[in-house]
Structure formats: C-alpha cells, structure tokens
C-alpha cells in the first residue's frame, strides 16, 4: 500500500510556455501532500505543502504565482510551473502523507511515501 | 525555523564494513526522525524512522539512535553490500506542522566490492 504516483516524468518545454505536474495517492487518501524541487547532488528543498481544499502554503523564496498548486482532492494534487524558464529546470518530485495508522501514522507521526518525480528541462 | 546538518556529504566504505551518518537538529520540538534512501533518479525510499521517545530503533542491518538532549540521530548500517550504495538523506519532523519535513543535505555512500 502508499502509492504515490507522478505524472509526467520527465517533460521538455520551450520558454515561456506552462506545464503541469500531477501528483496521486493511489490507495490511500492523503492528509497533506508536500511539493519538492532538488538540484543535482542536493538535498531535498521543500516549496510548498499542500492541504486539500486550502490554499498551499509557501516556504520562504517560493513564488507562489510562479509555482501554482492545486489540491482539489485527497488523492490528487496538481503543481503547474507558470510561464517556464531555463532556470526553472530541476527535479520536482511531490509526496503524500496521512496521519492513518494503518499507513504508519498517527501520534504526530505521518510518513511521507514520495512520488518518482518529474524532470523539468526548459529550453 | 528547524534546520538539519547532515555529515558526512559523501562516505566510501569496503563491502562487509560499517557506515555511520550523523545528523543535527536545530529545533528541541521536533519529534519524528526518518531516513530515506534515494538511488540515482529514483524515488526517496523510507528505509527506518524513529520517534523522540525512542532512543533506538533497529532493523535487520539497519539502526538509528537518537540523543534528544544532544540533538544527534544517527543511521548505522552494518555489513554493507554493493547495493547499499545510494544518497542517504535524514529529516526532521515537528508534528504541529502537518508533518512537514525539513531534510539534511545528504551522504553520497559509496560500498567497494
């Protein structure tokens, strides 16, 4: 069980154009889902955590008009990087996590199970 | 806000040997502590986790041991294979945030046959 599925996985887009990345929780539904951008041969920065039927909350220097999300429902979460750049390009992968039990949650404790990414190259 | 010093950032070991990485946390109220294993344009992989009422948690060849005064955890991996060889990355958790998550910068473990 903790599927967690991302689409595209890899996408090349030219300038100035706007791609959307989806992430899903196949057999569960997720309390929160976290959206992550990673460098080669860096860590993991986290841009943003994403509620169902809230509005995302931003980490500090994430431009929230630039990197729109949408969490319509517990099982579906959407990242659409607005107007891309070559600078953009990078590794986005998203993760879902539930407070379930069932799932290794509860008590404050809920793992993350992480989609396989997506590979953004903008030209 | 909760920041996590990782070390060390890449580890070579021969196959059979130990490895250890170490980690600091800023913030005495985080409460969760995962590891993940991430292969080459793969995924992150939960490989152990621990909670702060634990001091130690230990799986097959895997342990994690979690000083809560220090603010150290560290991931002991004992008779390494080829196949351990993978970026390791360790996280932090507060559970009042939703579990956010706040990672390390990661270890590059190299295991030579």
Redesign the interface.
Known sequence: GAVVSQHPSWVICKSGTSVKIECRSLDFQATTMFWYRQFPKQSLMLMATSNEGSKATYEQGVEKDKFLINHASLTLSTLTVTSAHPEDSSFYICSASSFNIALGGGGNKNIQYFGAGTRLSVL | GENVEQHPSTLSVQEGDSAVIKCTYSDSAS??F?W?KQEL??????II?I?SNVGEKKDQRIAVTLNKTAKHFSLHITETQPEDSAVY?CAA?M????????????T?LSVKP
């Open positions: 409460n969760y995962p993940y344009g793969k995924r992150p992989q939960l986790d909670r990355f958790s559970g009042n945030q939703g579990g956010k998550l706040i990672f390390g910068q990661g590059e």
